[in-house]
């Protein structure tokens, strides 16, 4: 059975590191660690779901995800917004602007 194609977005290596080693099992996980590297990727490479880091230095996660959404072969994948930050109004935003979920960081593997 094919696994499926997880693109995990984020500047910090411990956790692309970490999310590798969590979800490798199940899924085919490619890592990157910047938005324009994200973007250049999805450019040439097919993903079911994007794991998204919200804070990163140049290309923010919302930015990323505006940028997908103008691409009609990007726009219809499922994005997982990833962030530290723990306020309500960030994540009731992601939401509204299409984000499939929200997840708190550090994450657990449960």
Not at 80 to 102: C, M, P, V, W, Y
Request: proline content about 4%; aromatic content about 6%; hydrophobic content about 40%.
């Amino acid at each position: 059975m094919k696994k499926h194609r997880v693109l995990m977005v984020d500047d910090d290596k411990i956790n692309c590191i970490r999310a590798k080693r969590l979800l490798e099992k199940k899924y085919d996980i490619e890592t990157v660690s910047s938005g324009l590297s994200a973007l250049e990727w999805l450019r040439e490479n097919k993903a079911d779901l994007v794991l998204l880091d919200y804070l990163m230095p140049g290309m923010n996660g919302l930015q990323v995800f505006s940028e997908m959404q103008k691409s009609k072969k990007l726009e219809d994948i499922p994005v997982i917004f990833l962030t530290s930050d723990s306020n309500g109004k960030l994540e009731a935003e992601l939401i509204r602007h299409g984000a499939a979920d929200f997840v708190s960081k550090p994450f657990l593997p449960e």
